[in-house]
């Protein structure tokens, strides 16, 4: 890397390159929670739900103050509405995260299916100019198949695949630390 380059990359990174060990160590810290995660995904499912859960009710009621903090404001009834769905979906997720788990993993199967088509369609519309529509329509019929995948194994898949996916996550996270922490040592 040349001078100016290294100069204009410490302006974006500041001392990290003095202190890439610190970066390198919370990158492994996600690379072994994550890992222990793919172990426990069942129980991360459950756990996040019912985080997704006291989050809408906070939001609920924190929209139900809202609502009447302000005299004369003609859309109360539309601040009360929303704050009842809010209330009413977070008690659905507290009292029953697996029915919770259920819908959401439905949903991200749905999305995951449109997803891939939507990129598959987009792919093939650029393959006459040499864009690298094949990467777009590989990335699709990754979505699609894995939008299929979680829909014929719904509802079992359903217990698993919400803390999965955040286990995965977490791995890929601690590795981008890592490989930065690396990287950025040289800039010392």
Request: aromatic share 14%; glycine share 12%.
């Amino acid at each position: 890397m040349s001078e100016f380059n290294q100069n204009n990359a410490k302006l974006v990174i500041g001392d990290l390159p003095q202190k890439w060990g610190w970066l390198l160590a919370l990158g492994l810290v996600f690379i072994i929670l994550g890992t222990i995660g793919l172990g426990l995904s069942v129980a991360m499912t459950v756990v996040t739900i019912l985080f997704f859960g006291v989050l809408l009710l906070i939001g609920g009621v924190v929209q139900i103050f809202e609502a009447f903090k302000h005299k004369g404001w003609k859309s109360i009834l539309g601040h009360v509405l929303i704050a009842a769905i809010y209330l009413l979906a977070g008690i659905m997720l507290i009292t029953e995260p697996v029915v919770g788990s259920m819908a959401l993993t439905a949903l991200l199967a749905a999305a995951f299916i449109i997803t891939g088509l939507f990129r598959i369609f987009m792919g093939f519309q650029l393959k006459g100019y040499g864009l690298g529509w094949g990467w777009l329509v590989f990335a699709g019929v990754i979505s699609l198949a894995l939008g299929v995948m979680i829909f014929f194994q719904w509802p079992e898949s359903a217990l698993w695949f919400i803390g999965l996916m955040i286990a995965i996550e977490m791995i890929f996270h601690g590795w981008a630390y890592v490989m930065l922490a690396l990287a950025v040592k040289s800039l010392k």
